[in-house]
């Protein structure tokens, strides 16, 4: 049984990627006005992994490697006004509107009833807060954690501060990397959504088949009947 679930926010329990990948197209469209190649404009997926360590994650540090990849590109010959079209996009992505995926809200209500519920998402603490703020979710959760990072090292941190034993915990996400490896790793429950939007980054792949406390559903709807199975939970 379990004393804790906690949930990731970005594109487990509200949309987020597909904002990414359209600020990632009107980037592109930005850069087409310079007569740039293909294999020039591709860099910018590496230009974004390698700024991790320096900005961390989320908008400002998409924002902030697309004005750097720019300026490099351009010969520092880029256009102002193109600066400022990226600024103005990234504005938007921090104010786009907040949307639940179907089903979220029924599921905490029902889990909430009975364990306490944890929210564990890395990226801008101001962005994060604000995003959990306008979900309405915030009612369904004792404890919210927003990191720099979501490894082994900080899964264990948050489970010695909250006093929760690594076997009694469960993390619900779309993510391999973030949500899933670093948990089975101290010997936690994990559940992936499978058919969640997920950062190419994010995609690890599960290392075999040697963790037994992993569990899969296809989304959210599929959750609670997934924990049922695994009787994790009781009806």
């Known amino acids: 049984m379990l004393d804790w679930i906690a949930f990731d926010a970005d594109d487990t329990l509200w949309r987020n990627e597909e904002y990414y990948l359209e600020g990632r197209a009107q980037f592109f469209k930005i850069l087409e006005k310079y007569d740039l190649g293909p294999e020039q404009i591709n860099q910018f997926d590496r230009f974004e992994v390698e700024n991790i360590p320096y900005f961390g994650y989320g908008v400002m540090s998409f924002i902030l490697s697309m004005i750097e990849l720019i300026i490099?590109?351009?010969?520092?010959?880029?256009?102002?006004?193109?600066?400022?079209?990226?600024?103005?996009?990234?504005?938007?992505?921090?104010t786009h509107e907040m949307v639940v995926f179907q089903g979220v809200e029924e599921l905490l209500e029902t889990l909430a009833a009975d364990?306490?519920?944890?929210?564990?998402?890395?990226?801008?603490?101001?962005?994060?807060?604000?995003?959990?703020?306008?979900?309405?979710?915030?009612?369904?959760?004792?404890?919210?954690?927003?990191?720099s990072e979501k490894d082994s090292a900080v899964y264990a941190e948050i489970l010695q501060r909250h006093e929760i034993q690594a076997d009694r915990f469960l993390m619900i996400g779309n993510s391999l990397r973030s949500d899933v490896l670093p948990v089975l790793k101290l010997g936690g429950w994990a559940l992936h959504l499978a058919d969640h939007p997920t950062w190419s980054h994010e995609?690890?792949?599960?290392?075999?088949?040697?963790?037994?406390?992993?569990?899969?559903?296809?989304?959210?709807?599929?959750?609670?009947?997934?924990?049922?199975?695994?009787?994790?939970?009781?009806?």
């Open 72 to 94: 490099d590109l351009t010969e520092e010959k880029v256009h102002p006004g193109d600066i400022q079209e990226i600024i103005q996009l990234g504005k938007r992505m921090l």
């Open 115 to 147: 364990y306490p519920l944890m929210l564990i998402t890395k990226g801008d603490l101001f962005h994060q807060q604000r995003k959990f703020k306008e979900s309405g979710l915030r009612p369904y959760f004792r404890a919210l954690e927003v990191v």
């Open 203 to 235: 995609d690890d792949p599960l290392e075999g088949s040697s963790y037994k406390r992993c569990l899969e559903a296809e989304g959210i709807p599929q959750v609670r009947e997934c924990l049922l199975q695994a009787g994790l939970i009781q009806d």
